[in-house]
């Protein structure tokens, strides 16, 4: 059974910066590909951040430029680089891994909140 653990997050100034970290167990974690999401009260949770085993980061327009997405397949660890932030980053963030061959799962969550 995959099982993700985030950590990391909290209250940060705008332009600061905050790094959030999750941990994998129970998966092939070189094979599988990695993705960070996020959702805002009252709004759907989106996309940030995406990685594929081997391949180029995929990021979200508002985020491009500011938050980097990188993965340890030796330490089956996916993170989240975030910097400049702003007040809209303000979400809860979660994990997301999706095996080569098996169910999708999600991290618990972290809330990020920015304030101006």
């Known amino acids: 059974q995959v099982q993700l653990v985030e950590s990391g997050g909290g209250l940060v100034q705008a332009g600061g910066s905050l790094r959030l970290s999750c941990a994998a167990s129970?998966?092939?974690?070189?094979?599988?590909?990695v993705a960070w999401y996020r959702q805002a009260p009252g709004k759907q949770r989106d996309m940030v951040a995406a990685?594929?085993?081997?391949?180029?980061?995929d990021y979200a327009d508002s985020v491009a430029g500011r938050f980097i997405i990188s993965r340890d397949n030796v330490k089956n660890t996916m993170s989240l680089e975030m910097t400049n932030m702003k007040p809209e980053d303000t979400a809860v963030y979660y994990c997301?891994?999706?095996?080569?061959?098996?169910?999708?799962?999600w991290g618990q969550g972290t809330q990020v909140t920015v304030s101006s």
């Open positions: 997301y891994i999706r095996p080569w061959a098996g169910v999708p799962a």
């Open positions: 129970g998966i092939t974690f070189n094979l599988a590909s």
């Open positions: 990685l594929a085993s081997g391949g180029v980061p």
